[in-house]
């Protein structure tokens, strides 16, 4: 673990935190209900998460189930995206490979970089990797950065305002 690395992690979270509208939660609780945990940040580029396998991610073979993988990759790539432009964004697509089984009781490290960032958009890609440090799987997305009026208009949506 880095902990400088943490703290400037911790510095911007706080700083956005202070900026979102009520509702919002950063980490979000997806990201808490797996038990994540953040292991390296650098600034607005890269991010790297841990994830225990869960008994409830594990498939009939006892292997984490391929959503759960997806989920943590996206669960690393959302708050990278958020972080990196500093405000929300959503995932448009999500596209994983597996390439080994992962077994209960094990960890997986997610490691993922911003790509490509525009005005609207930006473009991340990652790889997981078990506790023995080898590849599991890698994972590509695209995410669209919302406007401001974006965050709000759903937000009123939500509250039952037009």
């Known amino acids: 673990m880095d902990h400088e690395s943490l703290a400037t992690l911790e510095r911007e979270m706080q ?42 991610s594990l498939n009939p073979l006892r292997n984490m189930q391929g959503g759960f993988i997806s989920a943590a990759f996206d669960n690393t790539f959302g708050p990278l995206s958020y972080l990196a432009a500093r405000g929300p964004c959503v995932t448009v697509d999500l596209h994983a490979q597996y390439i080994r089984p992962v077994d209960a009781g094990d960890t997986i490290m997610v490691a993922a970089r911003v790509v490509s960032r525009g005005m609207n958009s930006m473009f991340l890609s990652a790889e997981a990797f078990n506790a023995r440090k080898k590849l599991i799987a890698t994972c590509s997305a695209n995410m669209t950065i919302l ?3 974006a965050v709000e208009t759903s937000r009123d949506d939500k509250n039952g305002r037009e």
Do not use: H
């Open 15 to 56: 700083e956005l935190q202070s900026l979102a509208g009520a509702g919002q939660t950063f980490p979000p609780n997806c990201f808490v209900s797996m038990k994540a945990k953040f292991v390296y940040y650098d600034s607005r580029t890269s991010l790297t998460v841990s994830f225990p396998v869960l008994e409830e």
């Open 147 to 149: 406007k401001k009026s």
